[in-house]
Each structure stands twice: as C-alpha cells, then as structure tokens.
C-alpha cells in the first residue's frame, strides 16, 4: 500500500516537473536579458500585454512557429524580435518567410525550386509589385480568391507586419538612437506648431513617419493623471515633446535600449532594462505583474504539455483492456486527474488574465470543450473503473487541444471582444453551457466510437463493458440535452435582449439547435425502442457530426452573425472528420458476426417496457 | 357489439395512438433538422429572410424545376412541423402519461416545449421589427420597416398637422386601382418594382421613354431588378403611379424610396405631395435623441460599446425623462423594446431596433420550465444510479 502512494506521489511529481520544465530553462543569449525584457508591458489592439506575447503571436503569424531554427541554433521569440526592433540589418537577414505556392515564386521571378525560406531582405526589390497583385486579389470576394490570390495577400500581410514591426521603437536602420533622442532634447524649443520648434522637416517627417507606421504602443501613459489607457506609440510620444515639451521617461528607456542593442553591449542593455522595469514597477504595478503572469503562461505552455500528456494517458488506459487492468487502469487516471489539473490552470490564468469567462472565441472554446469533456470523463472513470472514461476523456482532450493549437495560427488569442458580445453575464452562462453541450455531446460520441471499435476490431468487449458503456452513453446524452437545450435557450434570450428577438434562424443558432434536435431523437428513440444497445451508439457517433457541423461547419458558410470568417485551410479536415464518422456508423451496423468480439443481438425489448424503463 | 369497438378503435383510438406515438415524435424531430440544416444551407443563396419566410414561417416548402410554372411541396415547413409536433405532444400527454410524482420533470419538461412552441407561432405571427434612426437633435414620433415600402399622399392643409393617406407595400405590388373617400382622385398603380436602378436620363440615352409624364421620373429610367438577397443591401423600390381626377389623368409620376423629395401636385386647388418611403409605424410618444457615444478600445477600431442618451416624451401618460439605451441594456416602453442597434453619418445618427412583440415572455418562462425539468428528472436518474452503485 504505501509503496504503491509513493509511485503515485512520484509519478504526480514527475509531471508537474515536466509541465514547469520550460521555467528552468534560463534565455540569456549573449548576456542580454531577454527573459526579463519579453516581460516588459505594451498595448496592442486595445489590450496591455508582455512583449513576449507581441513577439510570439508575430513569429507565429509571419513564420508559423513561436521560434526559429537558424542554421546555428534556435532563436526565441523575443530573441528574434529584439533584432526586427533593434537591429534590423540582422533581422532584415533572416529567412524567416515561407512560401509554398509555386505561382507566388514564379509572381516573384522565382524558380520552385529557389527553396522555401526568404529573408525580408529578399524581398525588398519585389514590394512594389506584391503590394500591387494583393491589392487586385483584394478586390475579388475572400471566398472566390484563387490559392495565389490567397497566399499573395498573406504575403502582403506578413510583409506590412514585419515593416510595421521595425519601425516600432526606431525608423529601420538607424544606428543610435539614443544619440538621436539626445540631440532632439538640446535642440528643440517645443512649440505647439511643431515647425516651429526648431526641428528639420526631414526629422519631422521621420517622426510622423514612426508614429503613423509603428505597430505596438511601447510609450505608457503619463502618470499618474493621463488616461490610464492612453498608451502611446514611440513617434506620438515624440510628437507630443516637440508640441507639449514633456518627454515620457520610457522614451529615453527605449532608446538606451535599443542603442545598447545595436551596439552588441549587454551590460548597458541590461542595466538600462532594470531601470527601465523599475521604473514601469513604481507606476504601474498591477500591469506589470499581469504582463509577468502572462509570460510566464506564454512559456509554460500549459495546453501544449497537457496534450502531449493526454496521448500518453489514452495509451495506458486503452493498454489496460489488454494487460494489467488494475495497475494501469489506476496510473492512467491519476495521470488524467493531473493532466486536468494543469489544463484547469491554463484555462484559469487565460481568464484571469481577460477577465471574461472561459470561452470567448473559436479557440477558447476548443480548450473549453476538451476541459469539459476530460471533467465529465474523470467523474464516469471514478463511478466505472474500467479505464473507458480515461482514455475517451485523453482521446478528445488531446483532438480538442491540437485543434486549438491550430486556431491560435491566427495571432493573439486573448482579442477584446466587440461591444455586442461585451456582457460576461452572457458569455459566462449561455456561451458555456452550449460548450459543455458540445463537449458532452462530443464525449458520448467517442464513448460510443470506443464500443464500436473495440466491439469490431478486438475480442475485448465483453457484455458487461458493452453494459456500461451503454449506460455511459445514455447518461451522457441526457447531460448533452440539459447543457444544449438550456445554453441554445438563453442564447435566445441574449438575442432578445441585445437584438429584440428570441431567435432569428442565424446559422449558429440553428447549427446549436440541431444539437439539441438530435441528442432529443436519441433519447426519444431509446425509450420509444426504436434503437437498443448498438443503435444508441451508432445514433451517439452522428452526434460527432452533427456537432461539428455547428461548432465549425457553419462557420465555413461565411454567413450570418456568429461568422468567424471562412476557414478554408480547416474545411478538407471537417469533411474528412465526417467521412470517418460515417465510416465508424457502417461498421457499428454490420451484422455481429463480423465483429471481433463475441456479441450476440440482445433480447427484444417491448417498446412499452422501454419507457418504463427510463421512467 | 365487437364490430363497434373494432370501428372506435380503428376510427379513434389509434389514430390518436399514432398522433401520441414516439415514432411521431422522431419522425418530427428528424423532419424538423433537415428542414433546419437545409434553411441554413440555403442562406447562402437566398438571404435570411427569404429562408426565413419560406422555410420556417411557412407549411409546406415548394420545389419546382428552374422555368417551370408548376411545383410540387416537398418538405413540411417549420409551422406545420412545429403545430404537429404540439398536437403529438398533447396526444402524448392526454394518452399516455399519467401525473405521477416521477413525470414531474418530463411534465415541466414538455410543457416548457409548448410554451416554446406556442410563442414562436405568436411571434411569428404578431410580432413586428421596425427600425429608428433618429440624428443628434431630431426628435421622432414613429419607425419605420426596414424591408417593406409605402406610398404616401400628404396633405398640408392643416399648420398643425400632414394629414397622411399610406398605400402599403402589398397593395402596391397587387397593382390596380385604389381608391380613397378622403382624396378627390384616385391612385392607378401602373408599375411596381420591388427593387430597381436609377439612372439619369441623361446618362442613358438610349432608354425607352418614361411612362412619367410629372416630377422628377421625367428624367429618370427605372429598370427592375430581383429582390436583394444580402444581408447588408437594401432594395431600392420604385413604381410609376397615375393619379385620375373626375376630369381624366393628372398624369404619372415616378416614385422611389431612393428619392426623399416629395412631389408636389395641386388638383382642385388644393395641393398635395406624393412620396415613397419606408413604411412608417407611429408611436404615441416621441424620443429625441440628445447625443450618441461610442466607445472603442484604446489603440484599435473594435467597438467596444454604443449608446444613445434620449429623452421620452409621451403627453397622454405625462412622461418626459431621459434614458440612456445601450448594447444589452434596452429601453422597455408601452409594449415597444428600443435596442441598440447601430450607428452611421460619423456617430451623429443612432439607429435604434423597435420590436413589438405580444409573445416576448414566453420564451423566457419556457426556458424556466424546460431547464426545471430536466434538472429534475435527470438528477433523479443519477441520484437513483449513484445509490444502485454504492449499494
């Protein structure tokens, strides 16, 4: 008994040590601190967050990944933006934008085969005419856009942000920027006409220029009487000295920055850091502490190591159906129970650090579904014990996670919400109900994948697994019914408030009313006994389909309120996803003596009894 | 003896057992997803409100072949579906449950659906959106239907008040003649066209000549065009209209929802003006809009709320306050709802959805009923489970 708590205890620590790991590592690429400056607050589409985040969601968006693999090692986020901000005659030779489309090289002059990796560099001479081909392909509708029409207006996309980057702190190329700022104070007379201030129209139009191209606003508020929201960009904040002659401390901060930077003298840089993040610690200390909080999240990654956790977790359980169902069966549920646990905490700082309700977009709501459904797999784990709640409940986790690794290829996940959708009372109740209804709905789906798979490919479905797995399954359906019927309804509800009707046929709406019509014909058919054992589950895998249809599918209609925008890179995979479904019910409805494991059609039930059954 | 009971049960009883069958009960539900997954998919094509109408505010949905003049229904509709539902889940009740202390929370349940039901029907029925949009300054006593268009014959006379005849936009589009005790002519439609272009005929030369033969569709050629099936367009309306004295034709005048100005013409000596706008619904009160703010978030474009300050007016009833209407914070008055709902003309113009809907409460009793329900009844099986489990 106690070796067995001390193996749990140390399986338990092991993974949290596993799942904190990235904390340990220490980033000090040539003595700067970039750890410590990734920390280092900004606003950015209308929410104050670390650097790190603005460097992260950028390399994701221009490259694909959140670091970058030079020929000589890896660069971090922060690594690579303190060289677009800093730097930019290194960063301007980076190959770090990839294009794939044979007819976007070719647009370019480029052969296929000239590789897939181009430097900003690279594509100087060419920005006239990709500026050019994207604005054509602008104006034709986004779901008619060939695939070159698509992937050149990307391009532009990632080339502007990538311009509008580097001209964040300094316009590109300077080499002393401190240097700049100095003379600009000796010399100027600010004067509400800027003209007048002794500037040159060159240095004038310079500033104009930052302030007019810069991406993130890097200067904070004047404290402590400004608008607490009123960030400003690097040339605003010049333009306000040459008019207003008051020059914000941070200024000089980032200058000193980013010469030291461009100087290759970490300790300058550093110390100019501390001074910089003492200073941003006397002013604004709640800002501070939640951009740490968040970076801190941003390299723990905690859905990423809950995912990779998850696979692990569905291969013990499923291995328990073969071997060692005791041992195993209990290891892959105390590892799930830990899983959840780190899931729950990345679920948790995400809304401490909104401040909304868990689910508040199409990428919240994957981390959603899979938290709720994993939750609702423990609970039919502790009441069965046959290792089935585990391994469906690590199965969807690990899906609805990659799912939401996909989606957050987009850019920042943590976007302000638009005024009608701006009621956490809403969000926190119609929004999550209708997810615990799709994970739910989506949890009694693979329940039932599990029986038919097992049933058809293995001789491990015993009658009494099948028993319980269709008890699972009803129960699960009811639950499915509650949470939809009752999230769909005050969906409604929130559209006669905000819009003044209860409901207007909105493709979401009716994509979450099909949940509801279907889980209600599961249910009513059960206890009409027009499906038993096997129908339920065959009618359960539907579920899958239906279900996605609503959380993706009408998405891709590009229609309607609740459009997300056409996702045309997810739709090969919905429609693959619902092939296999389909292809999961046929084999749940060829006849048992194909199946693997030894089924036979049970007793006919007299509708009647059926419903007194359930009764 | 016999045959009598086979005859009531053939003629009675089991047609009310098919009417409260399960089997109808799947059979409904299954109907109503396809006719729901086929009403999204056809949003695509045709706009919401023309799904809207033709598959959900509706009994049978048409199919016919492109050209042809016949058509065959092929699906129920969201009213029959919806009334056959009702009627197999009374017959449900009438026949087959019995009140007992385990129904409880499939009764509540059930007649959280009826309710449900019932209200959509109502508000299908009787419930009407219009819209407000009032500029900074301006005070307005009525809405007006986005979607729907009317003739108007104003008659000035009175400093105090227009006295107003409306032709709707249903009359207008049967055509005909219309005519009215209180004008001293009489109103022939000669064309309508839901939705039309505009052009100068200037910029048109080659056009056949106007039937207009008064006002500004002298210089106008109107050409018809199909209804708008996108959400963000309106139609632009148009018809030729011929006034007829008891002296013979006034003339024909073009009319547009796209032109605001009135066109004054005089009969008997006595002038009145001819309008086409969008039909107009009037309030016994009035709201003035004092100013509209709209906030966004620092360094973006993204709303991040809206909301009009106006001041009430009602003489009958001596109100005169001000309130302000936001996003999810509506103003509620004598049967109206007034919801935000956007804003144009560089945030000086608020636009506010008027709704008036009889059945607004149901929805909302019913979501109270259905979640009771099935919280009962699901709590009791997991109750009943959990204690078979420890035992």
């Known amino acids: 008994m106690n070796r067995t708590r001390l193996i749990i205890s140390l399986v338990v620590a092991a993974t949290l040590l596993y799942a904190v790991a990235p904390l340990l590592q220490h980033d000090r690429r040539g003595g700067f601190e970039m750890q410590k400056f990734g920390r280092t607050p900004v606003l950015l589409n209308g929410r104050i967050k670390p650097l790190d985040t603005v460097a992260r969601n950028s390399l994701l968006i221009i490259h694909g990944k959140q670091t970058f693999a030079t020929g000589q090692g890896t660069l971090s986020a922060m690594d690579w933006l303190a060289e677009v901000l800093m730097k930019q005659s290194e960063a301007d030779r980076r190959k770090i934008f990839v294009i794939r489309n044979p007819e976007t090289l070719a647009a370019l002059g480029w052969k296929p085969d000239a590789g897939k990796y181009f430097s900003f560099g690279e594509f100087v001479p060419h920005l006239q005419e990709i500026e050019q081909q994207a604005t054509l392909a602008q104006k034709v509708d986004a779901q008619l856009r060939s695939p070159f029409q698509r992937d050149i207006i990307k391009l532009f996309e990632r080339l502007t942000l990538y311009h509008r980057l580097e001209n964040s702190i300094e316009v590109t190329g300077t080499q002393n920027f401190k240097g700049q700022i100095d003379e600009l104070v000796k010399n100027i007379h600010p004067s509400p006409v800027p003209m007048n201030s002794g500037i040159t129209a060159e240095a004038l139009q310079s500033l104009a220029f930052l302030a007019e191209t810069g991406y993130f606003y890097a200067i904070p508020p004047f404290a402590p009487n400004d608008d607490p929201l009123r960030w400003r960009k690097m040339g605003e904040s010049l333009l306000v000295f040459l008019t207003d002659g008051k020059l914000h401390p941070a200024v000089k901060a980032w200058a000193s920055l980013a010469t030291a930077f461009q100087q290759n003298d970490a300790a300058t840089f550093n110390s100019a850091l501390d001074q910089y993040s003492r200073e941003l610690q006397r002013d604004l200390p709640r800002r501070v502490w939640k951009a740490k909080v968040e970076s801190i999240f941003n390299q723990v990654q905690p859905f990423y190591s809950a995912m990779v956790l998850y696979v692990l977790i569905f291969i013990l359980a499923a291995a328990s159906w073969l071997v060692w169902p005791q041992t195993l069966g209990k290891y892959a549920f105390v590892l799930l129970v830990v899983t959840f646990a780190i899931h729950s905490t990345g679920l948790i700082t995400r809304m401490y650090l909104e401040g909304r309700p868990p689910v508040t977009n199409l990428y919240s709501s994957a981390v959603f579904i899979g938290w709720g459904a994993v939750l609702l797999g423990i609970f039919l784990e502790r009441f069965f014990r046959n290792g089935i709640g585990s391994a469906t409940a690590a199965m969807i986790g690990f899906i609805t996670l990659l799912i939401a690794h996909h989606l957050s290829m987009d850019g920042d996940t943590m976007e302000m919400m638009r005024a009608v959708l701006d009621t956490n009372g809403w969000l926190a109740t119609h929004v999550v109900c209708v997810t615990l209804g799709y994970a739910s709905t989506f949890l009694a789906g693979f329940l039932a994948l599990t029986y038919i798979v097992r049933g058809a490919f293995t001789p491990s479905l015993d009658r009494a697994t099948a028993s319980s797995l269709s008890r699972m399954v009803y129960g699960i359906v009811c639950f499915a019914t509650l949470f939809s019927f009752v999230g769909t309804i005050l969906g409604g509800i929130w559209a006669d408030q905000s819009w003044g009707r209860f409901w207007g046929w909105d493709p979401k709406e009716n994509g979450a009313l099909l949940i509801v019509l279907w889980n209600a014909i599961i249910l009513h058919a059960r206890w009409g006994g027009l499906v038993r054992q096997r129908g339920l589950m065959v009618m359960a895998v539907f579920g899958n389909i239906v279900t996605s249809w609503s959380w993706f599918g009408v998405n891709m209609l590009g229609i309607g309120l609740h459009s997300y925008g056409f996702m045309d890179s997810a739709f090969p995979w919905l429609i693959a996803f619902v092939a296999s479904q389909l292809a999961f019910m046929m084999i749940g409805l060829l006849p048992f003596h194909f199946w693997r494991s030894q089924m036979e059609a049970p007793r006919r039930v007299p509708a009647r009894e059926m419903v007194d059954l359930t009764a | ?391």
């Open chain 2, 1 to 391: 003896m016999a045959a009598i009971t086979s005859a009531e049960s053939f003629f009675i009883r089991s047609p009310l057992r098919v009417l409260a069958s399960l089997r109808l009960t799947v059979v409904c539900l299954a109907l109503g997803m396809l006719l729901v997954f086929l009403g999204t998919l056809a949003q695509v094509h045709w706009g919401i409100h023309q799904v809207q109408a033709r598959y959900f505010q509706s009994v049978l949905i048409y199919w016919s072949p492109p050209g042809a003049s016949w058509r065959i229904p092929v699906l129920p509709g969201g009213y029959l579906l919806g009334t056959v539902l009702l009627i197999n889940l009374l017959a449900a009740h009438a026949t087959r449950f019995q009140l007992s202390k385990k129904k409880l929370g499939i009764i509540l349940l059930h007649l959280g659906v009826i309710l449900l039901l019932i209200g959509q029907l109502l508000t299908g029925l009787f419930a009407r959106e219009t819209q407000m949009r009032i500029d900074e300054g301006q005070t307005m006593g009525y809405s007006e239907a986005p979607r729907e268009v009317e003739l108007a014959v104003i008659d000035p006379t009175n400093p105090d008040y227009d006295q107003v005849v409306a032709v709707p936009e249903a009359v207008l589009a049967r055509g005909g003649t219309i005519q009215n005790p209180t004008l001293p002519f009489t109103i022939k439609i000669r064309q309508f066209m839901a939705n039309s272009q505009l052009v100068m005929r200037t910029q048109a030369p080659d056009a056949p000549p106007s039937p207009a033969t008064q006002g500004f569709g002298k210089n106008i050629v109107a050409t018809e065009l199909p209804r708008t099936v996108k959400e963000d367009e309106r139609d632009l309306s148009a018809a030729f209209i011929e006034l007829e004295g008891v002296q013979g034709s006034l003339g024909t005048w073009l009319v547009s929802n796209a032109i605001a100005d009135r066109q004054p013409f005089t009969v008997e000596g006595h002038t009145y003006s001819l309008v086409m706008r969008q039909r107009r619904f009037y309030k016994q009160f009035a709201l003035t809009l004092l100013n509209f703010t709209h906030d966004r978030y620092a360094g973006t474009d993204i709303p991040k709320n809206f909301s009009s300050r106006v001041r009430l007016v009602d003489f009958e009833r001596n109100e005169n306050r001000e309130v302000r209407i936001s996003m999810n914070d509506p103003l509620r008055y004598r049967g109206y709802t007034f919801y935000q709902s956007g804003f144009d003309n560089n945030d000086k113009t608020s636009i506010l959805q008027v709704v008036k809907n009889p059945a607004m409460l149901m929805p909302y009793i019913a979501c109270g009923l259905v979640a009771l329900g099935l919280l009962v009844q699901f709590s009791m099986h997991l109750f009943g489970f959990v204690k078979k489990r420890s035992r």
